[in-house]
């Protein structure tokens, strides 16, 4: 996982639980905030290469908050969707697909995580990259939550169900609900983006959507908030 930024890239320095692989610092950056990382590397034994401004932008995929340096972090819980499920499926998966605002994202790994979710699908394409935005609204917590990586989010669902997943979609005009519908140890859960919802090749595999029952007027939760209630009825039900 990459981040940029000062006070990120200090931040995973001084996390001792986290590998930092190698910190990339622009040759144009100097005084006391390149000194300040330099020596968290030094006290970290962490090897620092010198690039160009342009080339960390470039790496960092930011160029107006790289602030001239980023860090490579060994995420320990992150793994591709076809490994995990090649070796030790987890019972439960989210699924994301077009969420795109990074706090939403980042609150949903931190919901998830604390839910015991056992894999979070964050496609490469189509959602908010985890990026510092990302790691600041999940409170750290994406550098820790058991993320698994794909292209795109239809290739996921179909991976998915070639493993066995049923698939269920949070849907708002769905008659069953989180709360009374059956479901099976073994399932994934797809959250679809802010605007548009599930897109078509992801609904395409769903088995069933699932509702969550609203009152006084209010049509629909924020995705991040509608990711805890799921998440921890799915709790609620295992305890």
């Not at 030094?42 to 790289?66: P, W, Y």
């Not at 979609?169 to 069953?176: E, F, P, W």
């Amino acid at each position: 996982m990459t981040v940029f930024g000062r006070k990120p890239v200090l931040e995973a320095l001084g996390d001792d639980t986290l590998r930092v692989d190698k910190v990339v610092l622009a040759d144009t950056a100097r005084g006391a905030a390149a000194s300040e990382i330099v020596d968290a590397a030094a006290a970290r034994s962490v090897r620092i290469e010198r690039a160009s401004a342009h080339r960390v932008k470039v790496l960092a995929g930011n160029g107006k908050q790289d602030q001239g340096v980023l860090a490579d972090v060994v995420a320990p819980r992150m793994r591709r969707l076809s490994a995990a499920l090649a070796d030790a499926p987890p019972a439960t998966v989210l699924l994301l697909d077009g969420i795109t605002t990074p706090a939403n994202v980042g609150m949903i790994l931190r919901t998830a995580t604390a839910a015991g979710i056992g894999g979070i699908v964050v496609p490469r394409r189509g959602v908010a990259s985890i990026d510092p935005l990302v790691v600041k609204a999940s409170a750290g917590v994406a550098f820790h939550a058991p993320v698994l990586r794909c292209y795109t989010a239809a290739e996921a669902a179909r991976e998915l169900r070639a493993a066995g997943y049923p698939l269920f979609a949070l849907d708002g005009t769905a008659r069953r609900t989180v709360f009374d519908a059956e479901l099976p140890k073994r399932a994934a859960f797809v959250l679809g983006g802010e605007t548009a919802g599930v897109g078509d090749e992801v609904r395409a595999h769903v088995t069933r959507g699932l509702s969550i029952p609203m009152s006084g007027g209010v049509e629909s939760l924020n995705v991040a908030s509608a990711a805890a209630v799921l998440c921890f009825e799915l709790v609620r039900r295992r305890l």
